[in-house]
């Protein structure tokens, strides 16, 4: 018998809110016919059964008998807090729609599915994992669903197991899987539902019908937490340097609302990076120049956040990667020896992307060239940003202190926080948030649609004036070079400079720069007035203001 800690046997008793919407029986409001949100006639042409569909939206219905259905349900690519309270909210949905219904997990993600590991969730296995981190009730995997194989060994097992719908619970890549299968099963009107949920605690899933994409508000907060610490620590020995890197590969919403929730001395924004074409040699001026300005005050010391995937921003390095991505797409390249790939890559460069490979330190090269994930992306998690921008603002100051431009002392500390909030208990936002959209999946099962995202509205507002219903997953696709080929995939949500978060933070960032305005969030609260307890992101307060 596993011991649990006194938080999880309390946790285990908090009772999510839900929408009222979804309070009792719902009936479903369709809009107008929809198309995506880029290259219309590829995708459609691509998704004919499934384009096109109205958005939907949950009101008070009217009680009605269901009939008896089984799901399955896959968590799918990296963790994030809540994830077990979409599956709990699911649970509690389909049993409310038919106490006989059965409720599948497939073990560590769509391989899962695919090899036939699969487990029912019985009321008490479910009971032992509400309102708690992690996705280790069934595990995660990043498996991709793309080949007919993997789909028609999937039908196999959902027909023995009686399975009417399936439920995937993913980012991006694993929502544009769970488009893509929705469309085959239909195409092959095979009778299977799939249901996607947004989950990423990057934030980049979320667009005019997502608001935000689950975990992200447990993430921001536990790194917040963190980074306070670090700055009352910082501003108590006032000595060091801290260069705090987050989780963020392609956007950098984390760095945002971690900045928004401490006010450092320096957050960069890998998105105005880029818009700006701004070298690696004016990133670390802008941050030598700063920590020269808080010295002629004194204060050698101060805070630095940088997003993980700010260098694939960088515009030189961005051209380099895209380069290096089509050469290693390559089956030549495949068959290439791993201590010959180095070579092989330079002699597939531009004299201009060649000369800024050549630039950079050997570990961040070979990083670039060897050290990519299932999908064939650079690994920007395994670069050390922090290191490298420290190290360089530290050779500037020294120019600078010989020029007479700078007179203090630099001494840097390194952080990189990334796994200490994917699998946090869920904040009391995230709770709520990730249990209504698992119920909601349910309806959504219920009125039998399918290539729908499960998607809760109005999250600034109390739980009980959220807005329940579905999007079509084609309505948020386009078409993207992926390993060398075009291919269909759900557009990523970037931080927007002219939105209201990034506004607030450029008004306010020359002030926290050169003075000390330190904010420190604490630990996330369960238990207390709501403007402790129950409040959202400050990013979705700045966007819904």
Not at 130 to 137: E, K, V, Y
Not at 243 to 268: D, W, Y
Not at 299 to 306: A, K, P, R, S
Request: with cysteine; glycine share 8%.
């Amino acid at each position: 018998m596993p011991v649990k800690s006194n938080l999880q046997i309390a946790r285990a008793a908090y009772k999510p809110k839900l929408p009222v919407a979804l309070q009792g029986p719902v009936k479903a409001v369709e809009g107008a016919a929809t198309q995506s949100v880029g290259d219309q006639a590829e995708i459609k042409a691509l998704f004919p059964n499934t384009y096109g569909m109205p958005v939907v939206e949950f009101t008070k219905g009217e009680a009605a008998e269901s009939p008896r259905f089984n799901v399955g349900i896959i968590l799918s690519g990296g963790q994030a807090p809540g994830g077990h309270n979409v599956i709990s909210g699911l649970f509690d949905g389909v049993k409310s729609l038919n106490p006989e219904n059965k409720l599948y997990g497939f073990l560590m993600g769509p391989g899962g599915l695919v090899d036939h590991k699969y487990i029912e969730i019985t009321p008490e296995l479910m009971d032992d994992y509400r309102n708690t981190g992690g996705f280790d009730i069934i595990g995660s995997g990043r498996t991709k669903l793309e080949e007919v194989d993997q789909f028609e060994s999937g039908i196999k097992i959902l027909r023995e197991l009686g399975i009417k719908a399936l439920v995937i619970i993913g980012g991006d890549d694993s929502n544009t899987n769970a488009c893509v299968l929705a469309e085959y099963y239909a195409a092959k009107n095979y009778g299977v539902q799939v249901i996607g949920c947004p989950k990423t605690i990057d934030g980049d899933l979320k667009n005019s019908q997502i608001e935000t994409s689950f975990g992200f508000d447990t993430a921001c907060k536990t790194y917040s937490e963190l980074i306070g610490n670090i700055e009352r620590d910082c501003n108590s020995a006032r000595k060091y340097w801290h260069f705090i890197k987050v989780m963020g590969r392609s956007a950098s919403h984390i760095a945002l609302e971690c900045a928004l929730q401490t006010q450092p001395n320096i957050c960069l924004i890998s998105e105005e990076v880029e818009a700006k074409e701004q070298s690696l040699d004016e990133i670390v001026a802008y941050i030598a120049n700063t920590v020269a300005a808080r010295a002629a005050q004194g204060n050698n010391f101060g805070t630095v956040i940088i997003p993980e995937g700010l260098i694939e921003f960088i515009p030189a390095i961005k051209k380099l990667i895209a380069e290096l991505n089509d050469a290693l797409a390559t089956d030549e390249a495949k068959a290439v020896a791993r201590e010959d790939q180095i070579e092989y890559v330079k002699a597939h460069l531009s004299p201009a992307n060649l000369a800024t490979f050549n630039s950079l330190p050997a570990g961040v090269a070979r990083q670039l060239a060897l050290d990519r994930d299932p999908h064939g992306n650079v690994q920007v998690s395994l670069i050390e940003t922090e290191k490298l921008l420290s190290e360089m603002v530290g050779k500037k100051l020294a120019e600078m202190k010989k020029e007479g431009k700078y007179v203090g002392k630099f001494s840097a500390q390194h952080h990189f926080f990334g796994y200490e909030g994917r699998c946090a208990a869920p904040s009391n936002f995230d709770a709520d948030y990730c249990y209504s959209l698992g119920y909601n999946a349910s309806r959504l099962i219920a009125c039998g649609k399918t290539g729908y995202m499960s998607v809760i509205k109005n999250t600034t507002a109390p739980a009980a004036d959220w807005i329940a219903g579905g999007v079509p997953i084609t309505m948020m696709m386009n078409l993207e070079k992926r390993s060398g080929k075009m291919k269909p995939v759900i557009r990523k949500a970037l931080v927007e400079l002219d939105g209201a978060p990034f506004k607030y933070f450029a008004a306010n960032r020359e002030d926290w720069a050169l003075n000390t305005r330190y904010v420190y969030p604490g630990s996330i609260q369960y238990w207390g007035p709501t403007e402790v307890c129950d409040q959202p992101t400050v990013t979705l307060k700045l966007e819904h203001a």
